[in-house]
């Protein structure tokens, strides 16, 4: 019953269908051409998402005239994105160089700065999914909130039980999976139900996420998107199912809600995963998926884009070391592996004292 511009609609959902592509690159990462991703990411868009999204949401949508609730893309978003991203990772093969070393995140405080970022971000969409500033909204953003804290304490728990320490890194995973969990019931449960959203569905989870479960062998999903968002948001459409006020499990609205949300996932998730296997059947046909060998191994920042993260080499750095080799006339060529060559007489105990 609420009324905004249908300019601001338009542009609060097309934040969505961003944070969809967005998901997708995770997977990917580090071995496919940017042409490639941004033809795909077009085809997709419309052929997969826009579907999906109607059923979900539009008036007559196929999922919605099931009964199935979706408060804020459990559907939409999460679990048909993941599921286009493990395919399209399956399609455009393993990396050709992978260690446990390498797969560990390069740097802890932006991974912290960046679940932070994500965790302020999804008040936004959460609660702006209730088209209005009121009691729902409120009751979705405090949803939001409980179901990311109560499951970043149970994967701190978890890990502490199965591998014997807790870690920053772990601590940010089990946020946003429980940031995905709540989302489809956001505005439809209580924060009790959120609580116990978060703690169940972190629970069924987390498994998901060690190479024991298979997922790695299929496809190289570089940045867990499947385990996270696409487990993640089928556990919280059927949790869904089962927590909500009106039709809910434990409210007395009997198994109905329950198997509309299950039927519902289940078809986001095959229609996703067909439609994305046919896109990358046709555009292998026209396009090189993937990049070679050699420039994945030199990275491809410096080989596609011609720009690094850190220049190591010739560029200058956060602390401007006094006395390191860094002439300009050293700095290697794009495409080369870059070299920086120091000894300790550069770096002497004086020269390091503030």
């Not at 934040?15 to 580090?30: N, R, Y």
């Not at 959460?126 to 994967?155: F, H, I, K, Q, R």
């Not at 995905?180 to 978060?198: C, E």
């Not at 495409?335 to 920086?340: A, K, L, P, Q």
């Amino acid at each position: 019953g609420t009324r905004i511009p249908a300019m601001l609609f338009v542009i609060f959902q097309m934040t969505f269908a961003v944070i969809g592509a967005a998901i997708i690159s995770g997977s990917v990462a580090e071995r496919m051409r940017f042409t490639a991703y941004a033809v795909f990411i077009a085809i997709w868009s419309v052929v997969v998402y826009a579907p999906v999204c109607h059923w979900v949401w539009g008036p007559g949508g196929l999922i919605v005239e099931l009964g199935a609730k979706d408060f804020a893309g459990g559907m939409v978003v999460h679990e048909c994105t993941a599921v286009s991203a493990l395919v399209l990772a399956r399609c455009v093969g393993h990396r050709f160089h992978r260690s446990s070393e390498e797969t560990t995140p390069h740097n802890i405080p932006f991974v912290v700065l960046g679940g932070a970022l994500l965790w302020f971000g999804w008040s936004g969409f959460n609660g702006g999914s209730a088209l209005a500033a009121d009691e729902v909204a409120a009751l979705a953003v405090l949803n939001t909130y409980m179901a990311a804290a109560s499951s970043l304490v149970t994967w701190a728990i978890l890990e502490r039980l199965c591998l014997k320490r807790c870690s920053a890194t772990g601590a940010v995973t089990g946020a946003v999976v429980g940031l995905v969990i709540i989302t489809p019931g956001a505005g439809f449960v209580a924060p009790s139900g959120a609580l116990l959203m978060g703690t169940l569905g972190c629970l069924i989870v987390y498994p998901s996420f060690h190479p024991r479960c298979g997922i790695d062998e299929w496809a190289d999903d570089s940045l867990d998107a499947f385990p996270c968002h696409g487990v993640g948001g089928f556990v919280g459409t059927a949790l869904t199912g089962v927590f909500a006020q009106d039709g809910g499990v434990l409210f007395g609205g009997g198994f109905a809600l329950f198997r509309a949300q299950l039927f519902g996932a289940l078809i986001t998730a095959a229609y996703s995963a067909v439609v994305t296997w046919l896109i990358c059947e046709v555009l292998r046909r026209f396009l090189h998926m993937r990049v070679e060998k050699e420039e994945e191994l030199l990275g491809l920042d410096d080989v596609l884009h011609g720009e690094v993260a850190y220049d190591t080499n010739g560029g200058a750095t956060p602390m401007s070391w006094p006395n390191a080799k860094r002439n300009s006339k050293d700095h290697k060529p794009h495409g080369t592996i870059h070299e920086c060559e120091t000894s300790d007489e550069d770096f002497s105990d004086s020269e390091l004292t503030p």
